[in-house]
């Protein structure tokens, strides 16, 4: 019986206060506006790097569409963009992702080295590869090199059959 007293007794204590409502709310927007913004930057990027290729630049800015697109650019299935939202298959969609980015940068002129800003600085590496002057040339992606016509072409001869 006491303990049942003790119920109707109970009082809870708010242990926030109006200001400190506000400075999380106020965290919380500026948050969201950050992500907006880099959101809209790297979406910006993207489609400027999807112009180089021939690739309408809108498809940048519908999320989970841009990875698509970017993937197949890369050369690689466009579904490992779904599957990068599924926990633990994320990490595998990543390494087809960074595969992908390495066959953009050598579509555009760079050196298989350049995924090393791929991978440990993205924002740069989209940077470099939007706002640069290089364009989409595209290569073999089973291979590494690029699809050239050799540089010396036996003369063919009219009367071998």
């Given amino acids: 019986m006491y303990f049942l007293s003790l119920l109707g007794q109970t009082t ?15 965290m919380i927007a500026l948050t969201l ?6 959101y809209a930057v790297q979406s910006y990027l ?20 841009n990875s698509w697109v970017l993937l197949e650019l890369g050369g690689q299935q ?11 298959v994320n990490i595998i969609s990543a390494v087809f992702m960074y595969i992908a980015m390495y066959h953009i940068g050598l579509n555009l002129g760079k050196s298989g080295a350049f995924i090393l800003i791929a991978i440990f600085l993205p924002l740069i590496w989209l940077v470099w590869l939007a706002l640069d002057d290089s364009r989409w040339l595209p290569h073999d992606t089973t291979s590494a090199q690029p699809n050239t016509a050799p540089a010396y072409q036996p003369p063919v001869d009219p009367n071998d059959k």
């Fill in 12 to 26: 809870y204590d708010n242990a926030y206060t109006s200001a400190d409502t506000n400075a999380i709310m106020t």
């Fill in 78 to 88: 466009g579904f490992w963009a779904v599957l990068a939202i599924v926990p633990v």
């Fill in 33 to 38: 506006a950050t992500l907006i913004v880099l």
């Fill in 46 to 65: 993207i489609g400027r790097i999807f112009q180089k290729a021939g690739v309408a630049s809108w498809k940048a800015w519908v999320p989970i569409y």
